[in-house]
C-alpha cells in the first residue's frame, strides 16, 4: 500500500498544477531572472570587444576572448586552485567535524559551553577571519604562530609568501569547520540509542561503532554539509581579496578572484566575462556531480 | 566577558552521551572523563582562540598588540574610540541589520508558498526545479557582477539597502526554500488534511498549521540566513560606498591603510562580529533544534 | 438523512489504475465497512468520498447531488485519521472547535458544541491539554470527537484503530457501535481487520485490487461468500481449501471425492459439472470436527495451541496444510495423528476461478443485520 500511496500523493495532484505553478512563480520567476538576465549579458559580453580603458575598441570579438584565456596559463592555475581549494577544505571540514562531533556528542563538564566556542567561527565574517590570520596568527614576525614556533626553536614561517595555498585553505577551514560541526552534531543526536547499545551487545567497541553505525547514520548530513559548502567554497573571494591577492604570481588564484582581476583591475569587460562564463560552467559540471549526490537524498 | 555570557545560553539538555561501557571498573570511567573533557575543551579553545585573541588586541596599545603575545596588559578603551572617530561604527552596524532581516524576511515571505507547493503539491518537475535553484547559488557572483552592477546604476539601486536586500534575498533564496521544504515535507499530511476537512482555505492551511507546526525550522532557516547576509562582503563592497555600506564594507575600509594598527583593526573587527557572534549563541540551540527537524535529521 | 451513491467510480495515477469501477450504494444511518488487504483501494476510495482525492471518471453522490467537484469541507462529511491528525499545539478544545471557528461561529456557541461532543465522549476533564499530554485511546476520542462537532452527515473513518493496542481496540469497538446509534448517523469505516469488519458493520464491502468482490451483511459474507477470496479474507482463522473432485451432480447437490478417498455431498447448484472436474472445498476451522472413528479426513498434528476455551489444531494432510478450531479439553498432542470430518452442509465449492457454486439454501442469518439485533433486544427489554 506504501507505494500506491505514494504514487497517489505524487501524481493524484498533477490535477492541481495550476496552483502549484502559481505558488511557485514568485521564487522561480525571481530566481529565473537572477540568473538569466546576468548570464545572457555576460554571456553577450564575452563575444565582445570590452575594455573600459580602451573605449575606441569595440565591436563583435566572436570566440577571441576565450582564446586568449585558454592560451593564459592563468586560467588553468586558477581552476586547479578552485578544486584544489575546494577538495582540501571539504576533507578537512567533513573529517575534522565528524570526530568533533562525535567528541562533543560525548558527556563532559562545560560542554555546552565549548560547544559553543567550537561553532564561533561561523558567526565571523569572512573579511574579519581573514584579517586576523592574515595579522595576528599568520604574522611572519609578530604573528602567534610565529610566536609559538619560535618558543620550540623553530624558524618562523612567512605563512603567506612560502605556503600560500595552505594558508587560505587554514583559513577558511578554520570558517567552515563549525558548520560541518554543527550540522553533524545535530544529526549524531538523532541516532537512536537502541542502535548503539545493541551493537555494544554484540561486542562493538567504540571504533566498530563509530564506523558501523555513526558514521553510516551520518551519510546523509554529511551530503549535505558537502552540497552547501561546495556551494560556497567554489565563489570563495574575500578570503583570498584580504590575504593575498592572488598572489604570490597566481598561487592563491581562483577562479573567482580571476575573474574578478580580468573585470575590475585591467577593466577588461570582454575577457573577464568570457572567465565568468568558464566558471559558470565549471560550476554547473561540478553541480551535476552535487546533484545526483543531493537527489539521493531528497529521495528518502 | 564571554564565559560569562556562554555560559547561561549554552546549558544544554541534550541527549545522553554513549554511556560508559560495564567492564570499566569505577576509576578508569573517571580517568576517561577527565580526558575527554580535556580533550574538548583544549580544542574547543584552540578553536575560539584567534577570535579571543582579536577581542584581547582590541583593549591593548598598539605598542603592546605587535609585542610578543602576552596576556598580561592594562586594558585601553583607546582605539575603540579613535576607530569610532574615523567612521560611524553605528551607521554601518543599522544597514547591515536592515539588509540582513529584511532580505530574511523577504526570502522567507517568497519561498514559503513555493516550499509549500513542492512539498505538498508535488510534480514530476518538483525535484528538478529544487536542484535547478541550488544550481544557481553556484553562479559565481564576480561572473554577473558586471551586468548586475551596469543595471543596478541604470536604475538607482547602487549604494541603496533596498539594492543590497534584493541581492541578498535572491542570493539566499534556493537555501531557503531547500530548507523550508525539507522541514515541510516531515509534516504528517493527514494533518494538513484534516485542516482541510474542516473547512481550511489553503492561506487558512498555512497560517493556522503549517506555520506554528514548522516554527522551530523556520526560525532555524531564518538564522542561518540572517549570518548569511550578515557576513556577505562581496555584493556589498562591489555594490555600496556610503551610504547603504554594512559592516562587511565597514571592516574593509580598515584594512589596507590600517593593516598594521592591529588594535584599532582588532577594535574594528570585534565591534563588526560581536552583534552576530551575540546573535548566534544566542540562537545556536534553536538553530540546532530546527536542524534536527528537517535537513539533517 | 444522509445517503452515498458511487457510480462506475475508478482512479488511475498515470498507468496505475487503483480503482476499477466501484458502484456501490450506502442507506441513511448504515454502518458500512470497507474491508480488504494492504493496496486494495480502500483508502483510496474513502479519500475520494472525503474529497481529498479527486475521482478520474464516475460519479460520487451525496444525498443524490453530485459532489465530484466539491471541495472537502463542503461535503458535509468528518474525517476521522488513521494517525488521528490531531493539531499538536491546539489544546483539545481548540482541535475540536477548529472547523467552527474557520466556518466563523462564534465563541459561545463553539464552546457549546464542543462541550456537547466532549460530553458524548467522556473528554470533559481533557479539554485544556494538549494532544501530547493525552494516550493514544483519548487522542482516538478526540479526532471523534472533532468529527461530531461538525456535526456531519456521513462521518468517515480510515483505520481508527489501528494504531490501538488490543485491549483499548476492543473497547473503543464497542464504544464506536454505541456511538453509531447515538448519533445515529450514516457511517463508512475501512479496516484491513475483518474482526472490526464483522462486529461493527450492517453492510461489508470487500475489496480486492480495487474491485469490490461482495457487498452484504457480515453473516451473508461468512456463510455465503461469493468468491475464494471472500471465503479466505472473511472469518479467522481462515478457512482451509482442500483439492476435490467430482464425482457427480444432480439437483440436490455435487458429490465430491476428498483428499484420502472419503466422498461427501455437499448441497451447492452445480448440475452441469461434469465428473472427474477438479474443484476446490472450502471449510471453516470451526466447522471441522475430530472423529477418530469415521472421520474422512486425516493427517498430523504439527502445532497445538491451547487458549482454554478451545484448541486450535495444525494439521499436516497429504497435500494440505488445516487448522481445526476444537474444544479446549481434547487431549491430543503434537505428532498425534487425527481423523475428522464436518457436516457437508458446512462446505464451500469453488470452481477453477476461484468462484463459489452457489448454495442450494440460503443461511437463516444471512439477511442479518446489527439493526436487526438491536430491534431484537428492544424488543426483549419490552
Redesign the interface.
Known amino acids: 500500500m506504501g507505494q500506491i500511496m505514494t504514487k497517489t500523493r505524487a501524481a493524484g495532484r498533477t490535477v492541481g498544477g495550476l496552483r502549484t505553478l502559481s505558488l511557485q512563480a514568485p521564487a522561480v520567476t525571481l530566481l529565473f531572472l537572477w540568473m538569466i538576465v546576468p548570464l545572457a549579458m555576460t554571456v553577450w559580453f564575452s563575444l565582445q570587444r570590452y575594455n573600459l580603458l580602451m573605449p575606441e575598441m569595440t565591436g563583435f570579438a566572436g570566440l577571441e576572448n576565450y582564446r586568449y584565456l585558454f592560451t593564459d596559463p592563468a586560467l588553468w592555475a586558477a581552476m586547479g586552485n578552485t578544486l584544489l581549494l575546494v577538495g582540501a577544505v571539504l576533507a578537512i571540514t567533513v573529517v575534522g567535524g565528524t570526530l568533533l562531533a562525535v567528541l562533543f556528542q560525548q558527556e563532559f563538564p562545560g560542554r555546552g559551553v565549548a560547544r559553543v566556542l567550537a561553532i564561533s567561527p561561523f558567526f565571523v565574517m569572512p573579511t574579519v577571519s581573514a584579517l586576523v590570520w592574515k595579522n595576528m596568527m599568520m604574522h611572519p614576525s609578530n604573528g602567534v604562530l610565529s610566536w609559538v614556533a619560535e618558543s620550540f626553536g623553530l624558524p618562523a614561517v612567512d605563512w603567506f609568501s612560502s605556503l600560500p595555498l595552505t594558508s587560505i585553505i587554514i583559513i577558511v577551514s578554520w570558517q567552515w569547520l563549525p558548520f560541518a560541526l554543527l550540522i553533524l552534531l545535530t544529526a549524531i543526536q538523532s541516532l537512536d540509542d537502541d542502535q548503539v547499545e545493541a551493537a555494544r551487545m554484540d561486542g562493538a567497541g567504540p571504533v566498530a561503532i563509530f564506523f558501523f553505525i555513526t558514521l553510516p547514520h551520518l551519510k546523509r548530513a554529511i551530503s549535505v554539509v558537502i552540497m552547501i559548502e561546495m556551494i560556497f567554497l567554489l565563489t570563495i573571494f574575500a578570503e583570498i581579496f584580504v590575504t593575498t591577492s592572488g598572489g604570490p604570481g597566481l598561487a592563491t588564484t581562483n577562479l573567482a578572484f580571476l575573474i574578478y582581476i580580468q573585470a575590475l583591475l585591467d577593466f577588461d569587460v570582454g575577457m573577464a566575462s568570457a572567465g565568468g562564463v568558464i566558471a559558470i560552467i565549471l560550476a554547473n559540471i561540478v553541480a551535476i556531480f552535487l546533484v545526483r549526490m543531493v537527489a539521493k537524498n531528497l529521495e528518502s | 566577558m564571554t564565559t560569562a555570557k556562554t555560559k547561561t545560553l549554552a546549558a544544554d539538555g541534550q541527549a545522553p552521551a554513549v554511556p560508559i561501557p560495564r567492564t570499566s571498573t569505577l576509576s578508569s570511567a573517571r580517568t576517561r572523563r577527565l580526558g575527554l573533557t580535556v580533550l574538548g575543551w583544549a580544542i574547543a579553545c584552540l578553536i575560539f582562540f584567534p577570535i579571543f585573541w582579536m577581542v584581547l588586541t582590541g583593549f591593548k596599545t598598539e605598542s603592546a598588540a605587535i609585542a610578543d603575545p602576552s596576556l598580561i596588559f592594562s586594558p585601553t578603551l583607546e582605539s575603540y574610540a579613535e576607530v569610532q572617530l574615523r567612521a560611524d561604527y553605528f551607521k554601518f552596524a543599522l544597514n547591515s541589520v536592515v539588509v540582513a532581516f529584511g532580505s530574511t524576511l523577504a526570502a522567507l515571505l517568497i519561498a514559503i508558498p513555493s516550499a509549500y507547493s513542492m512539498a505538498f503539491l508535488p510534480t514530476k518537475r518538483t525535484k528538478g526545479t529544487l536542484l535547478w535553484m541550488l544550481s544557481t547559488k553556484m553562479l559565481p557572483p564576480v561572473g554577473v557582477l558586471v551586468p548586475i552592477y551596469l543595471l543596478f546604476r541604470d536604475v538607482g539601486l547602487l549604494d541603496t539597502r533596498t539594492g543590497l536586500t534584493i541581492v541578498y534575498t535572491l542570493m539566499n533564496l534556493p537555501i531557503v526554500v531547500w530548507m523550508l521544504y525539507t522541514f515541510f515535507k516531515d509534516l504528517p499530511k493527514d494533518i494538513l488534511e484534516a485542516g482541510r476537512m474542516d473547512g481550511a482555505s489553503t492561506l487558512q492551511e498555512v497560517v493556522f498549521l503549517l506555520l506554528p507546526l514548522t516554527l522551530p525550522g523556520i526560525a532555524s532557516t531564518g538564522l542561518l540566513s540572517v549570518i548569511l547576509s550578515w557576513n556577505e562582503a562581496f555584493w556589498s563592497l562591489n555594490l555600496t560606498s556610503s551610504n547603504a555600506a554594512p559592516l562587511t564594507a565597514y571592516i574593509a575600509s580598515f584594512s589596507s591603510p590600517e593593516g598594521l594598527f592591529w588594535a584599532k583593526l582588532s577594535a574594528a573587527s570585534t565591534m563588526a562580529i560581536a552583534p552576530i557572534l551575540v546573535f548566534g549563541w544566542l540562537t545556536q540551540k534553536q538553530m540546532v533544534r530546527g536542524l534536527t527537524f528537517g535537513a539533517v535529521k | 438523512m444522509a445517503t452515498l451513491q458511487l457510480n462506475q467510480v475508478t482512479k488511475s495515477?498515470?498507468d496505475?489504475h487503483?480503482i476499477k469501477g466501484v458502484d456501490l450504494e450506502v442507506n441513511d444511518k448504515e454502518f458500512v465497512v470497507f474491508v480488504g488487504p494492504?493496496?486494495c483501494?480502500k483508502?483510496?476510495l474513502l479519500r475520494m468520498i472525503?474529497g481529498?482525492?479527486?475521482a478520474t471518471s464516475g460519479d460520487i453522490m451525496i444525498d443524490g447531488t453530485r459532489m465530484n467537484e466539491v471541495?472537502?469541507?463542503?461535503r458535509g462529511?468528518?474525517?476521522v485519521?488513521?494517525?488521528?491528525?490531531?493539531?499538536?499545539?491546539m489544546t483539545v478544545e481548540d482541535n475540536m472547535g477548529?472547523?467552527l471557528r474557520?466556518?466563523g461561529v462564534d465563541k459561545e456557541q463553539r464552546r457549546d458544541k464542543v462541550r456537547e461532543a466532549a460530553r458524548i465522549l467522556q473528554l470533559e476533564p481533557l479539554l485544556d491539554r494538549k494532544p501530547k499530554a493525552l494516550s493514544g485511546g483519548q487522542r482516538q476520542r478526540v479526532a471523534i470527537g472533532?468529527a461530531i462537532v461538525?456535526n456531519p452527515s456521513i462521518f468517515l473513518f480510515d483505520e481508527p484503530l489501528s494504531n490501538l493496542d488490543a485491549a483499548l481496540r476492543v473497547q473503543m469497538r464497542i464504544e464506536l457501535a454505541r456511538l453509531h446509534e447515538e448519533l445515529d448517523a450514516t457511517m463508512i469505516y475501512v479496516t484491513h481487520d475483518q474482526i472490526e469488519a464483522m462486529t461493527m458493520a450492517d453492510k461489508i464491502v470487500v475489496l480486492q485490487g480495487g474491485v469490490v468482490e461482495q457487498v452484504g451483511s457480515p453473516m451473508e459474507l461468512y456463510h455465503h461468500p461469493r468468491n475464494r477470496f471472500v471465503a479466505g479474507f472473511i472469518g479467522s482463522p481462515k478457512m482451509n481449501f482442500l483439492p476435490v473432485e467430482v464425482v457427480e451432480a444432480d439437483a440436490e447437490g455435487v458429490r465430491v471425492r476428498l483428499p484420502g478417498g472419503g466422498v461427501t455431498k455437499v448441497p451447492v447448484e452445480g448440475r452441469d459439472l461434469r465428473p472427474g472436474t477438479a474443484l476446490e472445498l472450502g471449510i471453516r476451522p470451526e466447522h471441522l470436527v475430530l472423529d477418530d472413528d469415521q472421520g474422512p479426513l486425516s493427517g498430523d498434528i504439527q502445532v497445538l495451541e491451547r487458549l482454554g476455551g478451545q484448541t486450535s489444531l495444525y494439521v499436516q494432510m497429504d497435500d494440505a496444510m488445516v487448522t481445526i478450531m476444537a474444544d479446549g479439553d481434547v487431549a491430543h498432542r503434537v505428532h498425534d495423528k487425527v481423523r475428522f470430518g464436518f457436516e457437508s452442509g458446512r462446505a464451500h465449492l469453488f470452481d477453477s476461478d476461484g468462484l463459489a457454486l452457489p448454495s442450494l439454501e440460503l443461511h437463516p442469518l444471512a439477511g442479518l443485520r446489527r439493526q436487526d439485533n438491536r430491534a431484537a433486544t428492544d424488543v426483549n427489554g419490552a
Open positions: 495515477f498515470d496505475t487503483v494492504s493496496g483501494g483508502s483510496t472525503a481529498l482525492e479527486s471541495g472537502p469541507a463542503d462529511l468528518a474525517m485519521f488513521q494517525s488521528y491528525a490531531l493539531y499538536p499545539h477548529f472547523s474557520l466556518a472533532r461538525r
